[in-house]
């Protein structure tokens, strides 16, 4: 007889892991810091069968967590919020609370146990940091541009004109140094090579688009091969 699979549903904060596991029905927090993540890994080790942990993407706050699960042997996935706010909604749940947020997480993926993001591998983990810190500059850079033209229908451009200069100079090398190193990590990946250049086809995605697509939707590519080897077996019967 196989086991059933426990799944371990986890809301992630700042400060806290709220959890619900699903074969014992019972709510936990732990401190999302590593004496936590050590804190539950022990605790899932001691659980027989299989287990599964889910938790939905948080802006971040869940990553160190994930990377540390995956090192040590556990199924993390990751799962998107907008799925979760569905399946409470037809659930009829409306209330939202940590504890009941892991409890949806975890009933989720007792019906869905195919859903989820697995972690990216270490070359995409670095595109994506590097793709999220040149959009905080870029955004940093049309913040100064407003302050700038504010100032000078103000009539005290000139007072802090050379500060200005010097801050927008600054943030355009960092721009251009991110830039370098998000091509350097596209290049010394060849399956991120391979979609960067399918992206860079297409009329009006550059080399920015395309890594960002890249790092934001990592399963590009992923379908259409799968597609593809099944139209080659279908070709091969028909032959």
Do not use: Y
Request: aromatic content about 4%; overall charge positive; hydrophobic content about 45%.
């Amino acid at each position: 007889m196989i086991a059933a699979t426990t799944m371990i549903g986890i809301d992630v904060s700042r400060d806290w892991l709220d959890g619900f596991c699903s074969s014992s029905g019972r709510h936990f927090r732990l401190p999302n810091s590593c004496e936590g993540h050590i804190q539950l890994l022990a605790r899932l080790q001691l659980m027989p069968g299989l287990v599964r942990v889910g938790f939905e993407a948080t802006g971040g706050q869940e990553w160190a967590l994930w990377v540390f699960l995956v090192a040590a042997g556990v199924k993390a996935v990751q799962l998107p919020p907008a799925q979760i706010k569905a399946f409470a909604l037809s659930r009829g749940t409306r209330a939202k609370t940590d504890r009941i947020d892991a409890e949806l997480i975890a009933r989720f993926m007792l019906s869905r146990p195919e859903a989820g993001r697995l972690l990216p591998n270490r070359n995409l983990r670095v595109l994506k940091a590097l793709t999220t810190r040149r959009a905080q500059i870029f955004d940093m850079r049309k913040r100064l541009a407003a302050q700038i033209s504010a100032r000078e229908k103000q009539g005290v451009a000139e007072d802090v004109a050379e500060m200005d200069n010097v801050l927008r100079a600054m943030l355009d090398d960092q721009i251009r140094d991110v830039e370098r190193r998000i091509e350097s990590a596209i290049s010394q990946d060849d399956s991120l090579a391979a979609k960067a250049r399918l992206l860079r086809s297409i009329p009006g995605i550059g080399p920015v688009s395309a890594a960002m697509l890249i790092a934001e939707m990592p399963e590009l590519g992923r379908d259409e091969r799968r597609r593809g080897r099944g139209h080659d077996r279908a070709r091969r019967r028909a032959a």
